[in-house]
Nanobody
Framework: EVQLQASGGGLVQAGGSLRLSCAAS????????VGWFRQAPGKEREGVSC????????YYADSVKGRFTISSDNAKNMMYLQMNSLKPEDTAVYYC???????????????????????WGQGTLVTVSS
């Protein structure tokens, strides 16, 4: 059974840092595209960052470029999102996801069907205070 378990969220002041973790089981992270989405209250889910899959690159939303870094440890089957210089607008529930092509993390290609695809973790709340 494919499972993803996200952790590491919390309350942080603007300018601070957090590292989110996602533990995968039932499949090998290195075999597919994996990444992070987020959803703020009252807003649509959006792609944040993605690595792997046939695109074999790293995607970052414009709003997080230069501040967030995605990485994975295939030996541990873990994925991470290092978030630096956090802003109040980064406040959201963050979800790790697998087997969704990185193309669909982009606003240009994301659609309401994407949450039905692939596998998802349960979400971890990040709150950034001003």
């Amino acid at each position: 059974e494919v499972q993803l378990q996200a952790s590491g969220g919390g309350l942080v002041q603007a300018g601070g840092s957090l590292r989110l973790s996602c533990a995968a089981s039932g499949f090998a992270l290195g075999d597919t595209a994996v990444g992070w989405f987020r959803q703020a209250p009252g807003k649509e889910r959006e792609g944040v960052s993605c690595i792997g899959g046939p695109d074999d690159g790293a995607y970052y939303a414009d709003s997080v470029k230069g501040r967030f870094t995605i990485s994975s440890d295939n030996a541990k089957n873990m994925m991470y999102l290092q978030m630096n210089s956090l802003k109040p607008e980064d406040t959201a529930v963050y979800y790790c996801a697998a087997d969704i092509p990185c193309t669909y993390y982009s606003r240009d290609y994301y659609n309401v069907e994407v949450p039905r695809w692939g596998s998802w973790g349960q979400g971890t709340l990040v709150t950034v205070s001003s």
